[in-house]
Structure formats: structure tokens, C-alpha cells
């Protein structure tokens, strides 16, 4: 089946810093990709959809300067997190969309934030 | 009304049981319906991807699609621990994806 990477897995940053997080689809090329919150317990919460060359589009309620998504190539995604605060603390998961609409999800990366 | 819905349990079953996991959906436009399983502090893994109506078998698990009623189905055969995950329904229409909120569930040894 089809790879998605994630890095880090995990990362304690201090709050006002910013973190990146990357998404990477290992064994095929994603034009879209997805990023997702999932807080314990709960469902999948869709930030926004990142489409390769193009601004990302982002659910209602997401502040897109503070979850800056770049779609750069069709294997790489990134998050970044501006000035992240303690409520932004989650687990976060990127997904790249297969051929056949079929989502892959990464691994996961869980942000605490100090 | 949600796109999706799916009975979030928990589901705890012995070893061996057959395990049904379900949801339905309010769109009869709907034809592609996953199942993923995500296991605690992981991502999401694609299970069973199936199109339209009928059955899709692979391993232990089968997959059902009854679109006269809106019902989705997993079915898991001779359960393992290992099983012990959350379930995930999911489907979609035009790149719109909706998600089940997962049914968690444990295979008792």
C-alpha cells in the first residue's frame, strides 16, 4: 500500500516558538494532501486541504497565519505552527490523496506545547 | 443530520467473535466508502475501500455496502487482540470527505 511519513512524530517546543511539521507521500505523487487535528478520543477534525502549486484551503474556524500550509512538490506537505500556544497542543495528521480518492494517512505528530 | 454516523461503543469482544462494526449515511449519492483502523497515537490505516453496493473480502475482513438502506458494514472474523483499535467509516463525494467518529474495540484474550 501507499506510504505517508510524517517528521517529527514528536516535539515539545516552549510557547511563542513555531514548529514544522512535514508530510511526505513515499512511493507516489499527491496533488492534494490534508491535514487533520485530532484531539483524545475524538474523531478527526479536517484543518485544511493543501493542493500542490496552489494556497491551501483551510475549514472554517482554522486561522491560516497560524497554521501556515505549503504544498511545494507532489510528495512533500508542510505545517508549520506560528507562535503556538499550549491550546494548540494536539495530534496532528497529514494524509495524501491516492488515485483512486482513497486517503493515506501519516503517522501522526504529537505537539506539546510549554 | 451527519454525513456519517457510527456508533462510537466501546465494543469489547472475546478472542475468536465475529465483530460487526457499522454506520450509516444521508447521502444516497455516496458510492465510495473506506475503513480505516487507527490504533491508539497513530495515524489512520486504510482497510477496506470498496465502491457501490455488495461485499469485499480481504482476510478476516469484510466489507458491505447496502445502499438501499444507507448501511455500511465491517466484519471482522475470528478476532484478535491485535484487533484492538479504533474503527473509522468513511466516505466521499467530489474530494468532500466525511468521517465516522470510530468505534473503539477491544478483543479481550
Known amino acids: 500500500g501507499a506510504v505517508v511519513s510524517q517528521h517529527p512524530s514528536r516535539v515539545i517546543c516552549k510557547s511563542g516558538t513555531s514548529v514544522k511539521i512535514e508530510c511526505r507521500s513515499l512511493?507516489?505523487?499527491?496533488?492534494?494532501m490534508f491535514w487533520y487535528r485530532q484531539f483524545p478520543k475524538q474523531s478527526l477534525m479536517l484543518m485544511a486541504t493543501?493542493?500542490?502549486?496552489?494556497?491551501?484551503?483551510?475549514e472554517q474556524g482554522v486561522e491560516k497565519d497560524k497554521f501556515l500550509i505549503n504544498h511545494a512538490s507532489l510528495t512533500l506537505s508542510t505545517l508549520t505552527v506560528t507562535s503556538a500556544h499550549p491550546e494548540d497542543s494536539s495530534f496532528y495528521i497529514c494524509?495524501?490523496?491516492?488515485?483512486?480518492?482513497?486517503?493515506?494517512f501519516g503517522p501522526g505528530t504529537r505537539l506539546t506545547v510549554t | 443530520q451527519k454525513e456519517v454516523e457510527q456508533d462510537p461503543g466501546p465494543l469489547s469482544v472475546p478472542e475468536g467473535a465475529i465483530v460487526s462494526l457499522n454506520c450509516t449515511y444521508s447521502?444516497?449519492?455516496?458510492?465510495?466508502f473506506m475503513w480505516y483502523r487507527q490504533y491508539s497515537r497513530k495515524g489512520p490505516e486504510l482497510l477496506m475501500y470498496?465502491?457501490?453496493?455488495g461485499n469485499k473480502e480481504d482476510g478476516r475482513f469484510t466489507a458491505q455496502v447496502d445502499k438501499s438502506s444507507k448501511y455500511i458494514s465491517l466484519f471482522i472474523r475470528d478476532s484478535q487482540p491485535s484487533d484492538s483499535a479504533t474503527y473509522l467509516c468513511?466516505?466521499?463525494?467530489?474530494?468532500?470527505?466525511?468521517f465516522g467518529t470510530g468505534t473503539s474495540l477491544t478483543v479481550i484474550p
Open positions: 494524509s495524501a490523496l491516492g488515485q483512486s480518492y482513497e486517503q493515506y
Open positions: 512511493d507516489f505523487q499527491a496533488t492534494t
Open positions: 493543501s493542493n500542490e502549486g496552489s494556497k491551501a484551503t483551510y
Open positions: 447521502n444516497s449519492a455516496f458510492q465510495y
Open positions: 470498496t465502491y457501490s453496493s
Open positions: 468513511a466516505t466521499h463525494s467530489r474530494n468532500q470527505f466525511y
